[in-house]
């Protein structure tokens, strides 16, 4: 059969033309140096799993610090940061993704996705998982002293905590933090924690200035220690040092209160300026193995969103702080972005509670 040497011509330079985008694809990924830049909030990872990945890739890790969603975006609005995965709360994520700041890498595409769990897979802050994967996450309850409670238990219900009995008055702290203790008000009282009208906020006003002479303090410092020391009974707090204050005094309980408590959730992102953006998507990869999320949550003490439950050592898994009950999950209430009108009602309330 004759040739058609036209066509054996195109096929030659369809060939050659394949053979060249990989050549140049696999280029492209040899050529990104055997680094990465990690930006996570301060005291938020265990180094010795850093170790672990860098010797399993190859992949130096650099890791900074930060205090809070403000710090970091601020970074990456100056343009001066050249990091390749951050740690982003939920509540500041559809900024991030507004503002063109994040690099689209499809983390539902990783192999390692398939041990996400159910509901982190499709979050409303990133629909899709197109700019995120996620890291650790927690609440915002209230625990207890279930030695020094009459009974021996509490309601789970944000009434204990607003309305507390006669014998827990001047035994109980709030968190020194205006959103948490808004958030807290506004679910207990069916208001949106966002809500732009000053109705709402005159309601919250006045459920925290009759809780306040209840209080032995506002502070969210050393809230491990308060609870486990016994200087306050009850105590607004978050599930992660309530679990640790829990190995101090076995006594402690958390309760996830009926009416809805917050749930703030850390996630991975890349940024859009991320000098190796490859080993970034390694490292977040690799992060979704149960066994390497597990090991962040047996040492920062957080609930991870990775099936690795199994591995999670027993102290913790006894613990309904981290290890949360399945009946529990219709409570929790993702932090949201709120508008500057509604900050700013939120301002005016902590003013004048505070004032």
């Known amino acids: 059969m004759k040739r058609n040497p036209m066509k054996t011509k195109s096929m030659r330079f369809a060939v050659a033309g394949l053979a060249l985008s990989c050549f140049t694809a696999f280029n492209a990924q040899a050529a990104e140096p055997k680094q990465l830049f990690f930006y996570n909030w301060t005291d938020y990872y265990p180094v010795e799993l850093l170790a672990k990945f860098e010797k399993e890739t190859g992949i130096k890790v650099t890791m900074d610090g930060y205090d809070s969603n403000e710090t970091l975006l601020a970074k990456l609005q100056a343009g001066g940061a050249a990091y390749d995965v951050i740690v982003p709360s939920q509540s500041i994520m559809q900024t991030l993704i507004k503002q063109d700041l994040l690099l689209a890498f499809d983390a539902s595409s990783l192999p390692n996705f398939q041990y996400v769990k159910p ?31 009459p009974g021996g238990k509490l309601d789970d219900s944000w009434k204990e905590f607003f309305e507390p009995r006669k014998e827990l008055q001047g035994q109980l ?154 009946e529990f999950a219709s409570r929790l209430r993702p932090e949201k972005e709120c508008s500057n009108k509604a900050r700013e009602l939120q301002d005016r309330i902590w003013a004048k509670l505070k004032g």
């Open 119 to 149: 509901p982190f897979r499709n979050p409303s802050f990133d629909p899709g998982r197109k700019y995120s994967a996620p890291y650790l996450w927690g609440t915002t309850g209230f625990s207890y002293d279930s030695a020094r409670v």
């Open 173 to 326: 702290a709030a968190l020194d933090t205006s959103s948490s203790v808004i958030n807290a008000a506004s679910h207990y009282l069916n208001v949106d924690e966002c809500s732009e009208n000053p109705q709402d906020a005159k309601r919250i006003l006045e459920l925290l200035q009759k809780q306040k002479p209840f209080l032995k303090m506002y502070s969210s410092d050393n809230t491990v220690d308060r609870m486990a020391s016994g200087e306050v009974i009850m105590m607004q707090n978050w599930n992660g040092s309530t679990a640790r204050a829990t190995l101090q005094k076995s006594t402690i309980k958390y309760v996830y209160p009926r009416e809805g408590l917050a749930m703030f959730q850390d996630n991975f992102a890349v940024p859009k300026s991320a000098p190796h953006p490859g080993n970034a998507k390694v490292f977040i990869d690799w992060m979704m193995k149960p066994e390497n999320a597990a090991a962040v949550s047996n040492a920062i003490a957080y609930a991870n969103g990775i099936q690795s439950d199994t591995l999670i050592d027993a102290k913790w898994r006894v613990m309904d702080a981290i290890n949360m009950p399945d």
